[in-house]
Protein backbone atom coordinates (compact mmCIF):
# COMPACT_ATOMS: atom_id res chain seq x y z
CA UNK A 1 0.00 0.00 0.00
CA UNK A 2 1.47 3.06 -1.29
CA UNK A 3 1.30 6.24 0.65
CA UNK A 4 -0.48 9.16 -1.69
CA UNK A 5 0.04 11.80 0.67
CA UNK A 6 3.13 14.51 -0.10
CA UNK A 7 4.44 14.82 3.39
CA UNK A 8 5.91 12.53 6.27
CA UNK A 9 2.88 10.68 8.10
CA UNK A 10 4.29 10.15 11.49
CA UNK A 11 5.10 13.84 11.34
CA UNK A 12 1.29 14.52 10.51
CA UNK A 13 0.08 12.08 13.67
CA UNK A 14 2.85 13.80 16.06
CA UNK A 15 1.45 17.48 14.72
CA UNK A 16 5.28 17.99 14.44
CA UNK A 17 5.00 20.11 10.67
CA UNK A 18 0.98 20.96 10.97
CA UNK A 19 -0.71 22.86 13.50
CA UNK A 20 -3.40 21.17 15.40
CA UNK A 21 -5.83 23.88 13.96
CA UNK A 22 -5.01 21.84 10.30
CA UNK A 23 -5.62 18.30 12.01
CA UNK A 24 -9.02 17.10 12.73
CA UNK A 25 -8.71 13.01 14.39
CA UNK A 26 -11.87 10.69 14.27
CA UNK A 27 -12.26 7.55 15.64
CA UNK A 28 -14.74 6.55 13.34
CA UNK A 29 -16.65 7.49 10.06
CA UNK A 30 -19.05 10.10 11.13
CA UNK A 31 -20.27 11.60 7.74
CA UNK A 32 -21.41 14.71 9.04
CA UNK A 33 -19.01 16.02 11.63
CA UNK A 34 -16.22 15.18 8.62
CA UNK A 35 -17.75 17.02 5.73
CA UNK A 36 -18.30 20.02 7.35
CA UNK A 37 -14.84 20.61 8.59
CA UNK A 38 -14.00 19.07 4.92
CA UNK A 39 -15.71 22.52 4.15
CA UNK A 40 -14.53 24.39 6.58
CA UNK A 41 -10.73 23.46 5.16
CA UNK A 42 -11.72 24.60 2.08
CA UNK A 43 -12.88 27.51 3.05
CA UNK A 44 -9.33 28.06 4.23
CA UNK A 45 -10.60 31.40 6.41
CA UNK A 46 -7.25 31.94 7.61
CA UNK A 47 -5.31 31.09 4.78
CA UNK A 48 -3.11 28.58 6.35
CA UNK A 49 -3.59 26.30 3.81
CA UNK A 50 -6.71 23.86 4.08
CA UNK A 51 -6.06 20.75 6.25
CA UNK A 52 -6.45 16.91 7.25
CA UNK A 53 -9.28 14.91 8.21
CA UNK A 54 -7.91 11.50 9.67
CA UNK A 55 -10.87 8.96 10.10
CA UNK A 56 -10.11 5.70 12.70
CA UNK A 57 -7.38 7.60 15.08
CA UNK A 58 -8.58 8.87 18.53
CA UNK A 59 -7.54 11.73 20.17
CA UNK A 60 -7.39 12.94 24.01
CA UNK A 61 -8.63 16.06 25.37
CA UNK A 62 -5.91 17.77 24.44
CA UNK A 63 -6.03 17.12 20.63
CA UNK A 64 -2.62 14.75 20.67
CA UNK A 65 -3.24 11.55 18.37
CA UNK A 66 -3.98 8.18 20.89
CA UNK A 67 -1.76 5.45 19.81
CA UNK A 68 -2.53 2.74 18.96
CA UNK A 69 -5.18 3.79 16.75
CA UNK A 70 -8.63 2.92 16.69
CA UNK A 71 -8.76 1.99 13.12
CA UNK A 72 -11.11 1.07 10.34
CA UNK A 73 -12.13 -2.25 9.18
CA UNK A 74 -10.62 -3.22 6.40
CA UNK A 75 -14.06 -4.32 4.63
CA UNK A 76 -15.33 -0.75 5.25
CA UNK A 77 -12.73 0.69 3.62
CA UNK A 78 -14.40 0.79 -0.14
CA UNK A 79 -17.91 1.73 0.92
CA UNK A 80 -16.86 4.69 3.08
CA UNK A 81 -14.93 5.93 0.35
CA UNK A 82 -18.26 5.56 -2.17
CA UNK A 83 -20.18 6.95 0.66
CA UNK A 84 -17.53 10.18 0.72
CA UNK A 85 -17.61 10.65 -3.25
CA UNK A 86 -21.44 10.92 -2.99
CA UNK A 87 -21.48 13.20 -0.07
CA UNK A 88 -18.48 15.41 -1.29
CA UNK A 89 -20.90 15.97 -4.71
CA UNK A 90 -23.33 17.70 -1.47
CA UNK A 91 -20.53 20.56 -1.12
CA UNK A 92 -21.45 23.58 -3.01
CA UNK A 93 -19.65 23.97 -5.07
CA UNK A 94 -18.33 20.45 -5.58
CA UNK A 95 -15.28 19.64 -3.93
CA UNK A 96 -13.17 16.32 -3.20
CA UNK A 97 -10.17 16.11 -0.91
CA UNK A 98 -7.19 13.81 -1.55
CA UNK A 99 -7.65 10.49 0.13
CA UNK A 100 -4.62 8.06 1.48
CA UNK A 101 -5.32 4.88 3.06
CA UNK A 102 -2.48 4.40 5.09
CA UNK A 103 -1.65 1.91 8.04
CA UNK A 104 -0.24 2.44 11.41
CA UNK A 105 0.29 -0.16 13.94
CA UNK A 106 -1.77 -2.51 11.90
CA UNK A 107 -4.70 -0.61 11.72
CA UNK A 108 -6.02 0.92 8.92
CA UNK A 109 -6.58 4.84 9.07
CA UNK A 110 -8.18 6.84 6.28
CA UNK A 111 -6.27 10.07 5.56
CA UNK A 112 -8.18 13.48 3.91
CA UNK A 113 -6.09 15.89 2.43
CA UNK A 114 -8.20 19.56 2.12
CA UNK A 115 -6.14 21.97 0.82
CA UNK A 116 -8.02 25.31 0.51
CA UNK A 117 -10.15 25.51 -2.35
CA UNK A 118 -9.83 27.46 -5.34
CA UNK A 119 -13.59 28.42 -5.75
CA UNK A 120 -14.81 29.91 -2.15
CA UNK A 121 -16.71 30.43 -0.64
CA UNK A 122 -18.07 26.05 0.03
CA UNK A 123 -21.10 25.52 1.88
CA UNK A 124 -22.34 22.14 3.08
CA UNK A 125 -25.85 20.91 4.50
CA UNK A 126 -25.42 20.51 8.22
CA UNK A 127 -26.63 16.92 7.71
CA UNK A 128 -25.86 15.23 4.60
CA UNK A 129 -27.40 12.14 5.22
CA UNK A 130 -30.69 13.89 6.18
CA UNK A 131 -33.48 14.24 4.03
CA UNK A 132 -33.77 18.12 3.55
CA UNK A 133 -30.62 19.39 3.48
CA UNK A 134 -30.15 23.07 5.54
CA UNK A 135 -26.87 24.58 3.70
CA UNK A 136 -24.91 26.27 6.00
CA UNK A 137 -20.91 27.68 5.74
CA UNK A 138 -18.56 26.47 7.71
CA UNK A 139 -14.56 27.60 8.83
CA UNK A 140 -12.22 26.57 11.49
CA UNK A 141 -11.72 28.38 14.46
CA UNK A 142 -8.91 27.03 16.05
CA UNK A 143 -9.06 23.42 16.54
CA UNK A 144 -13.08 23.43 16.08
CA UNK A 145 -15.45 23.78 13.08
CA UNK A 146 -17.91 26.16 13.26
CA UNK A 147 -20.68 27.91 11.66
CA UNK A 148 -19.88 31.00 10.28
CA UNK A 149 -22.14 33.64 11.04
CA UNK A 150 -22.77 37.24 10.82
CA UNK A 151 -19.53 38.68 10.25
CA UNK A 152 -17.76 35.77 9.41
CA UNK A 153 -19.97 34.74 7.00
CA UNK A 154 -20.14 38.19 5.15
CA UNK A 155 -16.17 37.73 5.42
CA UNK A 156 -16.36 34.89 3.74
CA UNK A 157 -18.76 35.79 1.04
CA UNK A 158 -15.98 38.18 0.76
CA UNK A 159 -13.29 36.44 -0.39
CA UNK A 160 -15.04 35.15 -3.23
CA UNK A 161 -12.45 34.45 -5.95
CA UNK A 162 -9.46 35.76 -3.45
CA UNK A 163 -7.68 33.01 -3.75
CA UNK A 164 -3.47 33.73 -2.55
CA UNK A 165 -1.39 34.29 -5.16
CA UNK A 166 0.79 31.23 -4.63
CA UNK A 167 -2.11 29.02 -4.94
CA UNK A 168 -3.58 30.33 -8.33
CA UNK A 169 -2.76 28.62 -12.13
CA UNK A 170 0.18 30.10 -14.04
CA UNK A 171 -1.39 30.56 -17.41
CA UNK A 172 1.47 31.26 -19.27
CA UNK A 173 3.28 28.12 -17.95
CA UNK A 174 2.50 24.79 -18.77
CA UNK A 175 3.27 21.01 -17.19
CA UNK A 176 6.67 20.47 -18.33
CA UNK A 177 7.52 23.44 -16.67
CA UNK A 178 7.40 21.47 -13.51
CA UNK A 179 10.69 19.33 -12.74
CA UNK A 180 9.93 15.78 -11.70
CA UNK A 181 13.40 15.41 -10.16
CA UNK A 182 12.90 18.81 -7.70
CA UNK A 183 9.12 17.50 -6.75
CA UNK A 184 11.19 13.96 -5.80
CA UNK A 185 13.83 15.68 -3.66
CA UNK A 186 11.75 17.74 -2.23
CA UNK A 187 9.44 14.23 -1.27
CA UNK A 188 12.80 12.51 0.27
CA UNK A 189 13.82 16.07 2.30
CA UNK A 190 10.60 16.11 4.10
CA UNK A 191 10.24 12.12 4.89
CA UNK A 192 7.21 11.40 2.49
CA UNK A 193 6.40 7.88 0.89
CA UNK A 194 4.96 9.46 -1.80
CA UNK A 195 8.89 9.62 -3.17
CA UNK A 196 9.02 5.88 -3.85
CA UNK A 197 6.49 6.29 -6.07
CA UNK A 198 6.82 9.75 -7.78
CA UNK A 199 9.78 8.31 -10.11
CA UNK A 200 6.88 6.18 -11.48
CA UNK A 201 4.57 8.58 -11.97
CA UNK A 202 4.30 11.77 -15.18
CA UNK A 203 4.82 15.46 -13.77
CA UNK A 204 1.18 15.72 -14.20
CA UNK A 205 -0.41 13.02 -11.71
CA UNK A 206 2.10 13.54 -9.56
CA UNK A 207 1.97 17.79 -9.59
CA UNK A 208 -1.71 17.11 -8.94
CA UNK A 209 -0.92 14.57 -5.58
CA UNK A 210 1.22 17.68 -4.16
CA UNK A 211 -1.33 19.97 -5.19
CA UNK A 212 1.02 22.04 -7.68
CA UNK A 213 -1.30 21.26 -10.28
CA UNK A 214 -5.37 21.34 -10.66
CA UNK A 215 -7.64 22.12 -13.60
CA UNK A 216 -9.49 20.09 -16.10
CA UNK A 217 -7.20 16.79 -17.63
CA UNK A 218 -7.70 18.44 -20.99
CA UNK A 219 -6.13 21.43 -19.61
CA UNK A 220 -4.30 20.93 -16.54
CA UNK A 221 -1.82 23.65 -15.34
CA UNK A 222 0.73 24.41 -12.69
CA UNK A 223 -0.03 26.58 -9.83
CA UNK A 224 2.35 29.00 -9.18
CA UNK A 225 3.75 27.77 -6.03
CA UNK A 226 4.71 24.76 -8.32
CA UNK A 227 7.10 27.05 -10.41
CA UNK A 228 8.31 28.70 -7.33
CA UNK A 229 9.68 25.51 -5.96
CA UNK A 230 10.10 23.43 -8.97
CA UNK A 231 11.02 25.23 -11.85
CA UNK A 232 14.82 25.47 -12.10
CA UNK A 233 14.59 29.04 -12.96
CA UNK A 234 11.54 30.48 -11.58
CA UNK A 235 12.41 34.57 -12.23
CA UNK A 236 10.92 33.71 -15.84
CA UNK A 237 7.43 33.46 -14.39
CA UNK A 238 8.22 35.90 -11.62
CA UNK A 239 11.12 38.74 -12.52
CA UNK A 240 13.31 39.25 -9.54
CA UNK A 241 12.74 36.48 -7.66
CA UNK A 242 16.47 36.44 -6.09
CA UNK A 243 17.53 37.01 -3.04
CA UNK A 244 20.91 39.75 -3.02
CA UNK A 245 23.60 39.24 0.13
CA UNK A 246 25.67 43.01 0.11
CA UNK A 247 28.68 43.08 2.25
CA UNK A 248 29.30 46.44 2.73
CA UNK A 249 32.88 46.45 4.71
CA UNK A 250 33.00 50.12 5.47
CA UNK A 251 29.78 50.69 6.69
CA UNK A 252 26.27 51.31 4.54
CA UNK A 253 27.72 54.71 3.65
CA UNK A 254 31.24 53.80 2.49
CA UNK A 255 32.62 53.30 -1.67
CA UNK A 256 33.12 49.35 -1.43
CA UNK A 257 30.77 46.71 -1.54
CA UNK A 258 30.76 42.88 -2.39
CA UNK A 259 27.64 41.98 -3.57
CA UNK A 260 26.30 37.77 -4.36
CA UNK A 261 22.62 37.15 -5.89
CA UNK A 262 21.30 33.84 -5.11
CA UNK A 263 18.50 32.85 -8.06
CA UNK A 264 16.50 29.47 -8.35
CA UNK A 265 13.83 27.59 -6.16
CA UNK A 266 12.33 29.17 -3.31
CA UNK A 267 14.09 26.34 -0.61
CA UNK A 268 17.43 26.17 -2.37
CA UNK A 269 18.32 29.83 -2.36
CA UNK A 270 16.81 30.45 1.03
CA UNK A 271 19.34 27.80 2.15
CA UNK A 272 22.48 28.61 -0.47
CA UNK A 273 22.07 32.08 0.71
CA UNK A 274 21.75 30.82 5.06
CA UNK A 275 24.75 28.79 4.26
CA UNK A 276 26.91 31.30 2.40
CA UNK A 277 26.18 34.32 5.17
CA UNK A 278 26.84 31.51 7.94
CA UNK A 279 30.05 31.17 6.74
CA UNK A 280 31.34 34.17 5.27
CA UNK A 281 30.26 36.83 8.14
CA UNK A 282 29.21 35.35 10.83
CA UNK A 283 32.26 35.38 14.03
CA UNK A 284 31.90 34.19 17.24
CA UNK A 285 34.17 35.64 20.15
CA UNK A 286 35.26 34.13 22.76
CA UNK A 287 36.76 36.34 25.76
CA UNK A 288 38.53 34.69 28.83
CA UNK A 289 38.66 35.79 32.60
CA UNK A 290 41.53 35.41 34.92
CA UNK A 291 40.13 33.13 37.41
CA UNK A 292 37.38 32.21 36.07
CA UNK A 293 37.14 29.12 33.69
CA UNK A 294 34.05 29.78 31.89
CA UNK A 295 35.02 31.77 28.81
CA UNK A 296 32.56 34.57 27.20
CA UNK A 297 30.61 33.36 23.56
CA UNK A 298 29.20 35.33 21.50
CA UNK A 299 28.29 35.95 18.13
CA UNK A 300 28.59 38.73 16.09
CA UNK A 301 25.12 38.14 15.08
CA UNK A 302 23.11 34.94 16.10
CA UNK A 303 22.30 32.59 13.31
CA UNK A 304 18.97 31.52 14.81
CA UNK A 305 17.65 35.07 14.24
CA UNK A 306 19.56 35.66 10.60
CA UNK A 307 17.57 32.67 9.70
CA UNK A 308 14.23 33.67 10.85
CA UNK A 309 14.88 36.69 9.31
CA UNK A 310 15.34 35.68 5.80
CA UNK A 311 12.83 32.98 6.01
CA UNK A 312 10.53 35.15 7.14
CA UNK A 313 11.31 37.38 3.88
CA UNK A 314 10.79 34.25 1.65
CA UNK A 315 7.66 33.33 3.49
CA UNK A 316 5.70 36.65 3.74
CA UNK A 317 7.06 38.83 0.36
CA UNK A 318 5.05 39.05 -2.22
CA UNK A 319 6.33 37.46 -5.46
CA UNK A 320 4.29 39.98 -7.64
CA UNK A 321 6.72 42.69 -6.76
CA UNK A 322 10.02 42.85 -9.05
CA UNK A 323 11.77 43.81 -5.88
CA UNK A 324 14.00 41.27 -4.54
CA UNK A 325 14.99 40.44 -0.90
CA UNK A 326 17.68 42.68 0.02
CA UNK A 327 20.19 41.22 2.66
CA UNK A 328 22.77 44.59 3.62
CA UNK A 329 25.72 43.30 6.19
CA UNK A 330 28.10 45.40 7.88
CA UNK A 331 30.23 44.94 10.83
CA UNK A 332 27.46 46.80 12.68
CA UNK A 333 24.40 45.30 11.59
CA UNK A 334 22.26 43.08 9.60
CA UNK A 335 19.43 43.76 7.27
CA UNK A 336 16.63 42.08 5.72
CA UNK A 337 14.44 44.37 3.26
CA UNK A 338 11.67 42.16 1.36
CA UNK A 339 8.01 43.62 -0.06
CA UNK A 340 5.46 44.39 0.92
CA UNK A 341 4.81 44.83 4.89
CA UNK A 342 3.26 42.88 6.99
CA UNK A 343 -0.49 42.70 6.66
CA UNK A 344 -1.99 45.64 8.54
CA UNK A 345 -4.07 43.71 10.99
CA UNK A 346 -0.70 43.21 12.73
CA UNK A 347 0.16 46.45 15.07
CA UNK A 348 3.65 47.33 14.93
CA UNK A 349 3.70 47.66 19.16
CA UNK A 350 2.64 44.49 19.14
CA UNK A 351 4.93 42.90 16.73
CA UNK A 352 8.32 44.50 18.23
CA UNK A 353 6.88 42.50 21.26
CA UNK A 354 6.69 39.19 19.72
CA UNK A 355 3.15 39.32 19.59
CA UNK A 356 2.02 40.74 16.20
CA UNK A 357 -0.69 37.36 15.02
CA UNK A 358 -1.69 37.74 11.24
CA UNK A 359 -5.18 37.48 10.63
CA UNK A 360 -4.46 35.96 7.46
CA UNK A 361 -1.12 34.87 5.51
CA UNK A 362 0.08 36.34 2.01
CA UNK A 363 1.71 32.96 0.79
CA UNK A 364 -0.08 30.01 2.42
CA UNK A 365 1.06 27.10 0.27
CA UNK A 366 4.63 29.03 0.15
CA UNK A 367 4.57 28.48 4.24
CA UNK A 368 3.58 25.31 4.19
CA UNK A 369 6.23 24.21 2.20
CA UNK A 370 8.71 25.71 4.29
CA UNK A 371 7.57 24.40 7.31
CA UNK A 372 7.52 20.68 5.76
CA UNK A 373 11.44 21.32 5.23
CA UNK A 374 11.90 22.37 8.70
CA UNK A 375 13.18 25.90 7.55
CA UNK A 376 9.91 27.89 9.42
CA UNK A 377 7.34 26.93 12.18
CA UNK A 378 5.05 29.36 10.87
CA UNK A 379 2.05 30.95 12.88
CA UNK A 380 3.79 33.97 13.95
CA UNK A 381 6.51 33.00 15.99
CA UNK A 382 9.39 33.84 14.15
CA UNK A 383 9.48 37.72 15.09
CA UNK A 384 9.80 36.47 18.78
CA UNK A 385 12.56 33.80 17.90
CA UNK A 386 14.41 36.27 16.71
CA UNK A 387 13.78 38.17 20.09
CA UNK A 388 14.90 35.42 21.96
CA UNK A 389 18.08 34.82 19.84
CA UNK A 390 18.80 37.83 20.08
CA UNK A 391 18.76 38.09 23.94
CA UNK A 392 20.54 34.79 24.67
CA UNK A 393 23.92 36.29 22.40
CA UNK A 394 23.49 39.58 24.55
CA UNK A 395 23.22 41.68 21.38
CA UNK A 396 20.99 45.07 21.58
CA UNK A 397 17.25 44.61 20.32
CA UNK A 398 16.45 44.27 16.71
CA UNK A 399 14.51 46.95 15.08
CA UNK A 400 11.23 45.92 12.79
CA UNK A 401 10.29 48.90 10.79
CA UNK A 402 7.74 49.46 7.88
CA UNK A 403 5.60 52.67 6.65
CA UNK A 404 1.81 53.59 6.85
CA UNK A 405 1.38 52.09 3.66
CA UNK A 406 3.15 48.85 4.48
CA UNK A 407 4.89 49.01 1.52
CA UNK A 408 8.01 47.72 3.16
CA UNK A 409 9.38 45.56 5.83
CA UNK A 410 12.82 45.92 7.61
CA UNK A 411 14.42 43.71 10.17
CA UNK A 412 17.63 45.00 11.73
CA UNK A 413 20.10 43.12 13.69
CA UNK A 414 22.51 44.88 15.88
CA UNK A 415 25.85 43.68 16.06
CA UNK A 416 26.59 42.27 19.07
CA UNK A 417 28.33 45.33 20.99
CA UNK A 418 31.58 43.99 21.48
CA UNK A 419 32.24 42.46 17.87
CA UNK A 420 30.34 45.71 16.20
CA UNK A 421 33.48 47.57 18.06
CA UNK A 422 35.69 45.41 16.34
CA UNK A 423 33.94 46.45 13.22
CA UNK A 424 34.32 49.64 13.25
CA UNK A 425 38.07 49.17 13.87
CA UNK A 426 38.25 48.14 10.84
CA UNK A 427 36.31 50.71 9.17
CA UNK A 428 38.58 52.98 6.85
CA UNK A 429 36.70 56.18 6.63
CA UNK A 430 38.87 59.13 7.26
CA UNK A 431 38.15 60.09 10.67
CA UNK A 432 38.03 56.28 12.07
CA UNK A 433 41.14 55.55 10.27
CA UNK A 434 42.58 58.39 12.49
CA UNK A 435 40.62 57.04 15.85
CA UNK A 436 42.45 53.53 14.71
CA UNK A 437 45.52 54.90 14.25
CA UNK A 438 46.30 57.58 16.83
CA UNK A 439 44.35 56.34 19.78
CA UNK A 440 45.65 52.42 19.31
CA UNK A 441 48.78 53.89 19.65
CA UNK A 442 48.59 56.08 22.19
CA UNK A 443 46.17 54.50 24.49
CA UNK A 444 46.00 51.00 23.70
CA UNK A 445 48.08 49.25 26.44
CA UNK A 446 46.99 51.95 28.93
CA UNK A 447 43.37 51.18 28.06
CA UNK A 448 43.01 47.58 27.73
CA UNK A 449 41.32 45.93 24.94
CA UNK A 450 37.83 45.85 26.08
CA UNK A 451 38.01 49.54 26.94
CA UNK A 452 39.61 50.58 24.16
CA UNK A 453 37.43 48.85 21.72
CA UNK A 454 33.78 50.18 23.79
CA UNK A 455 35.24 53.97 23.14
CA UNK A 456 35.80 53.68 19.48
CA UNK A 457 32.91 52.93 19.11
CA UNK A 458 31.50 55.92 21.81
CA UNK A 459 33.67 57.69 19.07
CA UNK A 460 32.45 56.45 15.53
CA UNK A 461 29.02 56.66 17.22
CA UNK A 462 29.73 60.35 17.87
CA UNK A 463 30.96 60.74 14.54
CA UNK A 464 28.06 59.53 12.83
CA UNK A 465 26.08 61.66 15.41
CA UNK A 466 27.27 64.86 16.80
CA UNK A 467 24.70 65.53 18.76
CA UNK A 468 23.87 61.51 20.17
CA UNK A 469 22.70 61.55 23.95
CA UNK A 470 24.34 59.97 26.76
CA UNK A 471 21.42 57.65 26.92
CA UNK A 472 21.34 57.36 23.39
CA UNK A 473 25.25 55.66 23.74
CA UNK A 474 24.20 53.68 26.22
CA UNK A 475 21.29 52.24 24.42
CA UNK A 476 23.67 51.50 21.26
CA UNK A 477 26.68 49.87 23.21
CA UNK A 478 23.67 48.26 26.11
CA UNK A 479 25.82 50.18 29.03
CA UNK A 480 24.18 51.95 31.70
CA UNK A 481 24.03 55.74 31.88
CA UNK A 482 26.42 56.10 34.31
CA UNK A 483 28.88 52.96 32.67
CA UNK A 484 28.76 55.22 29.61
CA UNK A 485 29.15 58.94 31.49
CA UNK A 486 32.32 57.05 32.96
CA UNK A 487 34.07 56.29 29.62
CA UNK A 488 33.25 59.95 28.71
CA UNK A 489 34.61 61.04 31.35
CA UNK A 490 37.82 59.44 31.03
CA UNK A 491 37.88 60.04 27.62
CA UNK A 492 37.47 63.95 27.80
CA UNK A 493 40.63 64.04 30.42
CA UNK A 494 42.44 62.04 28.09
CA UNK A 495 42.05 64.72 25.30
CA UNK A 496 39.80 62.72 22.91
CA UNK A 497 36.86 64.16 23.00
CA UNK A 498 35.05 67.76 23.65
CA UNK A 499 31.59 68.77 24.23
CA UNK A 500 30.74 72.21 22.39
CA UNK A 501 27.76 74.65 23.66
CA UNK A 502 25.31 73.90 26.25
CA UNK A 503 24.65 70.14 27.98
CA UNK A 504 21.10 70.28 26.18
CA UNK A 505 21.43 71.50 22.39
CA UNK A 506 25.20 71.02 22.19
CA UNK A 507 27.40 68.73 20.11
CA UNK A 508 30.30 66.40 20.56
CA UNK A 509 34.00 66.57 18.33
CA UNK A 510 36.51 63.40 18.25
CA UNK A 511 39.94 65.28 18.73
CA UNK A 512 42.53 64.47 15.88
Same mark, same amino acid.
Given at each position: ???????????????? %??????????? #??????????????????????????????????????????????????????? /???????? !??????????????????????? &???????????? %?????? %??????????????????? /???????? @????????????? &?????????? @??? $???????? $?????????????????????????????????????????????? *??????????? $???????????????????????????????? @?????????????????????? &? &?? $?????????????? !?????????? *?? +???????????????? /????????????????????????????????? #?????????????? *??????? +???????? !?????????????? !????? /????????????????????? =????????????????? =??????? +??????????????????????????????????????
Amino acid at each position: MTSKLPLNLNDLLHQR %KVEGERIEFKS #GWNPDAILRTLCAFANDFENLGGGYVVIGQDCDEAGVAVFPPVGIAENQLDAIQQ /ELLGFCNL !IQPPFFPMLSIEEVEGRHLIILW &APGGQNRPYKVP %KSVTAK %KKEYSYYIRRYVSTIEAKG /EDERELIS @LTAKVPFDDRFNQ &AARIDDLSQR @LMV $EFLRDVGS $ELSDEAVNLSVENLGRQMNVVGGPVEAALPKNVGLLFFNNRPRQFF *PVTQIDVVWFP $EGAGGDRFDEKIFEGPLDHIAKDALHYIQSAY @LKQTVIKHDGRAEADRFWNFPY &A &AI $EEAVINAVYHRSYE !IREPIEVRIT *PR +DFVVLSFPGPDRSIKM /EALRQGKGVSRRYRNRRIGEFLKELDLTEGRST #GISKILKAMKANGS *PLPEFET +DEDRSYFL !IRLPAHPETALEGI !IQETS /EKSEMVREKWGKKWGKKWGKK =IMARRLSIAQLMIDNSR =ISTKELA +DALKLSTSGVENHLKAMRAAGCIRHVGPAKGGHWEVIE
